[in-house]
């Protein structure tokens, strides 16, 4: 089970830190990713990342702004977000995928098995 939470109203040039914490599962043994989707879209990869923590993956609309991380003592992932645009604004999934290879991060929801139930943020003025 995932809880996702860390989701607001922020106002543009603003930042958030989105938490997503696991339950019941082996975190350390999962790829992580943050997925987003905005009503009549599709569901966009937003960042992920390996097992280990050593590669990482950012869709380019949010390098440089966007971080990914764990903490597997905490069965815990984020994603500091800084610099928020409107065009951020959107649901945000935190998502765990079974993975063999230590190094590898995924970005297309198949490969995902474990769904956070969605942190809404909101970038306004």
């Known amino acids: 089970q995932l809880q996702a939470s860390g989701g607001g109203l922020v106002q543009p040039g603003g930042s958030l830190r989105l938490s997503c914490a696991a339950s019941?599962?082996?975190?350390?043994?999962?790829?992580v990713g943050w997925f987003r989707q905005v009503p009549g879209k599709e569901r966009e990869g937003v960042a992920a990342?390996?097992?280990?923590?050593?590669?990482?993956f950012y869709a380019d609309s949010v390098k440089s702004r966007f971080t990914i991380s764990r903490d597997d003592a905490k069965n815990t992932m984020y994603l500091q977000m800084s610099n928020l645009q409107p065009d951020d604004t959107a649901a945000y999934y935190c998502?765990?995928?079974?993975?063999?290879?230590?190094?590898?991060?995924?970005?297309?929801?198949?490969?995902?098995?474990?769904w956070g139930q969605g942190t809404l943020v909101t970038v306004s003025s």
């Open positions: 998502a765990l995928g079974v993975t063999s290879d230590a190094r590898a991060y995924y970005t297309y929801e198949s490969a995902y098995h474990y």
């Open positions: 990342m390996s097992s280990t923590g050593g590669s990482t």
């Open positions: 019941g599962i082996t975190f350390e043994e999962h790829a």
